[in-house]
Protein backbone atom coordinates (compact mmCIF):
# COMPACT_ATOMS: atom_id res chain seq x y z
CA UNK A 1 0.00 0.00 0.00
CA UNK A 2 1.45 3.28 -1.13
CA UNK A 3 1.88 5.62 2.14
CA UNK A 4 -0.18 9.14 1.54
CA UNK A 5 1.11 12.47 2.40
CA UNK A 6 -0.67 14.43 4.67
CA UNK A 7 -1.58 16.70 2.03
CA UNK A 8 -3.71 14.03 0.64
CA UNK A 9 -5.56 13.48 3.43
CA UNK A 10 -6.25 17.10 3.27
CA UNK A 11 -9.81 17.96 2.45
CA UNK A 12 -10.66 18.54 -1.19
CA UNK A 13 -11.69 22.57 -0.63
CA UNK A 14 -8.55 22.79 0.86
CA UNK A 15 -6.71 21.08 -1.56
CA UNK A 16 -5.49 24.26 -3.94
CA UNK A 17 -2.85 25.60 -2.35
CA UNK A 18 -0.25 26.52 -4.34
CA UNK A 19 2.29 25.22 -2.38
CA UNK A 20 0.79 21.59 -1.40
CA UNK A 21 -2.48 21.64 -3.04
CA UNK A 22 -2.69 17.87 -4.51
CA UNK A 23 -5.58 19.86 -7.06
CA UNK A 24 -3.40 22.98 -7.66
CA UNK A 25 -2.22 21.58 -11.16
CA UNK A 26 -0.16 24.99 -11.06
CA UNK A 27 1.33 24.52 -7.94
CA UNK A 28 4.26 23.20 -6.25
CA UNK A 29 2.65 19.99 -4.86
CA UNK A 30 5.17 18.99 -2.05
CA UNK A 31 3.80 16.53 0.26
CA UNK A 32 4.98 15.94 4.09
CA UNK A 33 5.39 12.45 5.51
CA UNK A 34 6.67 11.33 8.56
CA UNK A 35 9.99 9.91 9.20
CA UNK A 36 11.01 8.62 12.39
CA UNK A 37 10.44 11.54 14.68
CA UNK A 38 11.05 14.05 12.09
CA UNK A 39 8.84 14.95 8.83
CA UNK A 40 10.56 14.96 5.10
CA UNK A 41 9.77 16.12 2.41
CA UNK A 42 11.65 16.57 -1.44
CA UNK A 43 11.25 18.92 -3.87
CA UNK A 44 13.06 19.60 -7.26
CA UNK A 45 12.93 23.47 -8.90
CA UNK A 46 12.41 23.68 -11.66
CA UNK A 47 15.22 25.70 -14.10
CA UNK A 48 13.13 28.89 -14.24
CA UNK A 49 13.37 28.88 -10.38
CA UNK A 50 16.65 30.86 -10.53
CA UNK A 51 17.89 33.49 -7.97
CA UNK A 52 21.31 34.35 -9.18
CA UNK A 53 22.62 32.19 -11.79
CA UNK A 54 23.35 28.68 -10.46
CA UNK A 55 21.11 29.11 -7.61
CA UNK A 56 17.41 28.72 -6.41
CA UNK A 57 15.36 31.42 -6.09
CA UNK A 58 14.96 32.45 -2.15
CA UNK A 59 11.31 33.08 -2.59
CA UNK A 60 10.52 29.20 -3.46
CA UNK A 61 12.56 28.24 -0.68
CA UNK A 62 10.62 30.14 1.66
CA UNK A 63 7.18 28.57 0.20
CA UNK A 64 8.63 25.39 0.18
CA UNK A 65 9.56 25.78 4.36
CA UNK A 66 6.71 27.08 4.57
CA UNK A 67 4.56 24.81 3.25
CA UNK A 68 6.32 21.59 4.95
CA UNK A 69 5.71 23.68 7.89
CA UNK A 70 2.28 23.51 8.04
CA UNK A 71 1.97 19.67 6.57
CA UNK A 72 4.64 19.10 9.85
CA UNK A 73 2.06 20.47 12.13
CA UNK A 74 -1.02 19.01 10.83
CA UNK A 75 1.33 15.84 11.23
CA UNK A 76 2.14 16.77 15.08
CA UNK A 77 -1.20 17.12 15.48
CA UNK A 78 -2.95 13.82 14.48
CA UNK A 79 0.16 12.18 16.29
CA UNK A 80 -0.47 14.80 19.69
CA UNK A 81 -4.37 13.41 19.46
CA UNK A 82 -3.37 10.07 18.48
CA UNK A 83 -5.65 9.94 16.04
CA UNK A 84 -5.10 8.85 12.02
CA UNK A 85 -5.15 11.42 9.35
CA UNK A 86 -8.54 9.82 7.49
CA UNK A 87 -10.31 10.55 10.87
CA UNK A 88 -12.65 13.61 11.69
CA UNK A 89 -12.55 16.36 12.13
CA UNK A 90 -9.23 16.94 9.71
CA UNK A 91 -6.57 19.17 11.14
CA UNK A 92 -5.27 21.86 8.40
CA UNK A 93 -3.36 24.69 9.45
CA UNK A 94 -2.16 28.28 8.21
CA UNK A 95 0.89 29.78 8.77
CA UNK A 96 1.19 32.87 11.63
CA UNK A 97 5.03 33.46 11.15
CA UNK A 98 7.50 32.13 9.18
CA UNK A 99 11.41 32.61 9.48
CA UNK A 100 13.74 31.61 6.69
CA UNK A 101 17.87 31.83 7.57
CA UNK A 102 19.80 31.58 4.16
CA UNK A 103 22.83 29.22 5.18
CA UNK A 104 24.27 29.01 1.95
CA UNK A 105 23.49 29.44 -1.97
CA UNK A 106 20.98 27.07 -3.19
CA UNK A 107 21.98 25.41 -6.13
CA UNK A 108 20.31 24.54 -8.79
CA UNK A 109 19.05 21.43 -10.69
CA UNK A 110 19.45 18.70 -7.30
CA UNK A 111 16.53 17.89 -5.48
CA UNK A 112 16.30 19.47 -1.93
CA UNK A 113 15.33 17.50 1.10
CA UNK A 114 13.23 19.11 3.51
CA UNK A 115 13.28 18.15 7.23
CA UNK A 116 11.23 19.21 9.67
CA UNK A 117 11.72 18.86 13.40
CA UNK A 118 8.78 19.45 16.16
CA UNK A 119 9.25 21.88 18.28
CA UNK A 120 6.09 22.65 20.63
CA UNK A 121 2.11 21.93 20.17
CA UNK A 122 0.01 23.68 22.13
CA UNK A 123 -3.41 24.68 21.51
CA UNK A 124 -4.13 25.36 18.51
CA UNK A 125 -0.36 26.26 17.37
CA UNK A 126 2.43 23.78 16.06
CA UNK A 127 5.82 25.08 16.17
CA UNK A 128 8.32 23.54 13.73
CA UNK A 129 12.04 23.74 12.74
CA UNK A 130 12.62 22.80 9.28
CA UNK A 131 15.90 22.37 7.41
CA UNK A 132 16.81 22.63 3.45
CA UNK A 133 19.53 20.75 2.14
CA UNK A 134 21.45 20.18 -1.33
CA UNK A 135 23.57 17.11 -1.88
CA UNK A 136 23.41 16.73 1.49
CA UNK A 137 24.12 20.23 2.85
CA UNK A 138 21.73 22.13 5.00
CA UNK A 139 21.48 25.86 2.50
CA UNK A 140 18.64 27.10 4.60
CA UNK A 141 16.87 26.77 7.95
CA UNK A 142 13.65 27.95 9.03
CA UNK A 143 10.99 28.14 11.77
CA UNK A 144 7.34 27.58 11.13
CA UNK A 145 4.41 28.67 13.73
CA UNK A 146 1.75 27.18 12.24
CA UNK A 147 -1.58 27.24 13.25
CA UNK A 148 -5.10 25.76 12.73
CA UNK A 149 -7.30 26.90 10.57
CA UNK A 150 -10.32 29.32 12.10
CA UNK A 151 -13.36 26.72 11.64
CA UNK A 152 -15.31 29.01 10.09
CA UNK A 153 -12.38 28.76 6.76
CA UNK A 154 -13.16 25.00 6.82
CA UNK A 155 -16.52 24.05 4.92
CA UNK A 156 -18.16 21.27 6.40
CA UNK A 157 -17.94 18.04 4.68
CA UNK B 1 10.66 59.66 -19.12
CA UNK B 2 9.69 57.04 -17.95
CA UNK B 3 11.06 56.32 -14.31
CA UNK B 4 12.94 52.86 -14.50
CA UNK B 5 12.52 50.49 -11.21
CA UNK B 6 15.81 49.28 -9.01
CA UNK B 7 15.50 46.09 -10.96
CA UNK B 8 15.64 47.56 -14.80
CA UNK B 9 19.14 48.42 -13.66
CA UNK B 10 20.81 44.93 -12.80
CA UNK B 11 23.32 43.75 -14.69
CA UNK B 12 21.47 41.20 -17.53
CA UNK B 13 22.97 38.34 -16.30
CA UNK B 14 21.65 39.12 -12.78
CA UNK B 15 18.39 39.77 -13.90
CA UNK B 16 17.05 36.15 -14.10
CA UNK B 17 15.46 35.97 -10.44
CA UNK B 18 12.00 34.09 -10.39
CA UNK B 19 10.87 37.36 -8.29
CA UNK B 20 12.54 40.14 -9.79
CA UNK B 21 14.24 39.42 -12.92
CA UNK B 22 12.66 41.63 -16.18
CA UNK B 23 14.37 38.71 -17.69
CA UNK B 24 12.46 35.86 -16.16
CA UNK B 25 9.58 35.47 -18.19
CA UNK B 26 7.70 33.13 -16.02
CA UNK B 27 8.74 34.98 -12.79
CA UNK B 28 6.83 37.39 -10.81
CA UNK B 29 8.85 40.37 -11.85
CA UNK B 30 8.52 42.82 -9.04
CA UNK B 31 9.47 46.26 -9.49
CA UNK B 32 10.80 48.26 -6.74
CA UNK B 33 10.77 52.52 -6.74
CA UNK B 34 11.30 54.63 -4.10
CA UNK B 35 8.17 56.77 -3.27
CA UNK B 36 9.31 59.25 -0.76
CA UNK B 37 11.57 58.26 2.14
CA UNK B 38 9.81 54.41 1.43
CA UNK B 39 10.20 52.40 -1.23
CA UNK B 40 7.06 50.91 -2.86
CA UNK B 41 6.13 47.87 -5.83
CA UNK B 42 2.75 46.43 -6.59
CA UNK B 43 1.34 42.64 -7.13
CA UNK B 44 -1.35 41.07 -8.31
CA UNK B 45 -1.10 37.32 -7.91
CA UNK B 46 -2.64 35.02 -10.26
CA UNK B 47 -6.20 33.06 -9.22
CA UNK B 48 -3.48 29.67 -8.69
CA UNK B 49 -1.49 31.57 -5.97
CA UNK B 50 -4.56 30.54 -4.00
CA UNK B 51 -3.97 29.42 -0.64
CA UNK B 52 -7.64 28.66 0.68
CA UNK B 53 -10.69 29.69 -0.65
CA UNK B 54 -10.12 33.61 -1.56
CA UNK B 55 -6.49 34.41 0.04
CA UNK B 56 -3.31 34.29 -1.20
CA UNK B 57 -0.33 31.67 -0.44
CA UNK B 58 1.77 32.75 2.06
CA UNK B 59 4.81 31.56 0.12
CA UNK B 60 3.96 34.57 -2.59
CA UNK B 61 3.65 37.00 -0.23
CA UNK B 62 6.93 36.06 1.55
CA UNK B 63 8.11 35.45 -1.69
CA UNK B 64 7.31 39.39 -2.82
CA UNK B 65 8.85 40.64 0.49
CA UNK B 66 12.07 39.07 -0.02
CA UNK B 67 12.16 40.55 -3.70
CA UNK B 68 11.46 43.76 -2.76
CA UNK B 69 13.76 43.42 0.25
CA UNK B 70 16.67 43.24 -2.09
CA UNK B 71 15.47 45.84 -4.11
CA UNK B 72 14.96 48.05 -1.01
CA UNK B 73 18.18 47.01 0.10
CA UNK B 74 19.78 47.96 -3.44
CA UNK B 75 17.93 51.20 -3.61
CA UNK B 76 19.22 52.15 -0.23
CA UNK B 77 22.64 51.41 -1.39
CA UNK B 78 23.14 54.20 -4.07
CA UNK B 79 21.43 56.58 -1.89
CA UNK B 80 23.61 55.98 0.92
CA UNK B 81 26.65 56.88 -1.58
CA UNK B 82 24.31 59.23 -3.21
CA UNK B 83 25.13 57.34 -6.81
CA UNK B 84 22.80 56.90 -9.64
CA UNK B 85 21.52 52.94 -10.29
CA UNK B 86 23.12 52.99 -13.64
CA UNK B 87 26.67 54.24 -12.26
CA UNK B 88 29.54 51.81 -11.51
CA UNK B 89 29.91 49.21 -9.52
CA UNK B 90 26.29 47.90 -9.79
CA UNK B 91 24.31 46.78 -6.09
CA UNK B 92 22.82 43.46 -6.18
CA UNK B 93 21.72 42.49 -3.08
CA UNK B 94 20.28 38.88 -1.80
CA UNK B 95 18.81 37.88 0.83
CA UNK B 96 20.50 36.53 4.49
CA UNK B 97 17.09 36.19 6.40
CA UNK B 98 13.51 36.55 5.83
CA UNK B 99 10.93 37.18 8.56
CA UNK B 100 7.13 37.61 8.06
CA UNK B 101 4.26 37.64 10.31
CA UNK B 102 1.31 36.55 8.43
CA UNK B 103 -1.19 39.22 10.41
CA UNK B 104 -4.45 38.80 8.42
CA UNK B 105 -5.20 36.94 5.76
CA UNK B 106 -4.86 38.44 2.26
CA UNK B 107 -7.37 38.31 0.18
CA UNK B 108 -7.00 36.89 -3.77
CA UNK B 109 -8.46 38.80 -6.59
CA UNK B 110 -6.28 42.80 -5.63
CA UNK B 111 -3.69 44.28 -6.40
CA UNK B 112 -1.19 43.87 -3.34
CA UNK B 113 0.66 47.01 -2.13
CA UNK B 114 4.46 46.81 -0.74
CA UNK B 115 6.18 49.30 1.29
CA UNK B 116 9.81 49.12 2.13
CA UNK B 117 11.09 51.08 5.08
CA UNK B 118 15.10 51.21 5.17
CA UNK B 119 16.08 50.12 9.02
CA UNK B 120 20.02 50.31 8.64
CA UNK B 121 22.25 50.37 6.10
CA UNK B 122 25.64 49.13 7.55
CA UNK B 123 29.05 47.53 4.95
CA UNK B 124 27.37 45.26 3.05
CA UNK B 125 24.06 44.77 5.14
CA UNK B 126 20.91 46.67 4.37
CA UNK B 127 18.09 45.89 6.68
CA UNK B 128 14.22 46.59 5.69
CA UNK B 129 10.77 46.28 7.34
CA UNK B 130 8.19 45.54 3.90
CA UNK B 131 4.38 45.78 4.95
CA UNK B 132 1.95 43.93 1.93
CA UNK B 133 -1.34 46.00 2.10
CA UNK B 134 -4.75 44.63 0.46
CA UNK B 135 -7.50 47.13 0.08
CA UNK B 136 -5.22 49.91 2.68
CA UNK B 137 -5.39 47.17 5.14
CA UNK B 138 -1.47 45.48 6.45
CA UNK B 139 -2.17 42.28 6.07
CA UNK B 140 1.39 40.89 6.59
CA UNK B 141 4.74 42.60 7.90
CA UNK B 142 8.07 41.31 6.57
CA UNK B 143 11.81 41.95 7.99
CA UNK B 144 14.80 41.02 5.43
CA UNK B 145 18.36 41.15 6.29
CA UNK B 146 20.05 41.67 2.94
CA UNK B 147 23.63 41.34 2.21
CA UNK B 148 25.52 42.56 -0.82
CA UNK B 149 26.42 39.63 -3.34
CA UNK B 150 29.83 38.36 -2.74
CA UNK B 151 31.86 39.96 -5.99
CA UNK B 152 32.84 37.00 -7.46
CA UNK B 153 28.92 36.72 -8.39
CA UNK B 154 29.12 39.25 -10.32
CA UNK B 155 30.48 38.82 -14.04
CA UNK B 156 32.18 41.58 -15.53
CA UNK B 157 30.34 43.79 -18.25
Given at each position: ??????????????????????????????????????????????????????????????????????????????????????????????????????????P?GVE??????????????????????A???????????????????????
Amino acid sequence: MEIKAIQDYYPEELSYCYGCGRLNEYGHQIKSYWDGEETIAHFTPKDFHIAIPGYVYGGLIASIIDCHGTGTAALAAYKAENREPDSLPPFRFVTASLQVDYIKPTPLGVELELRGKIIEVKGRKVISEITVSADNMVCARGKVIAVQMPDNFIAQN
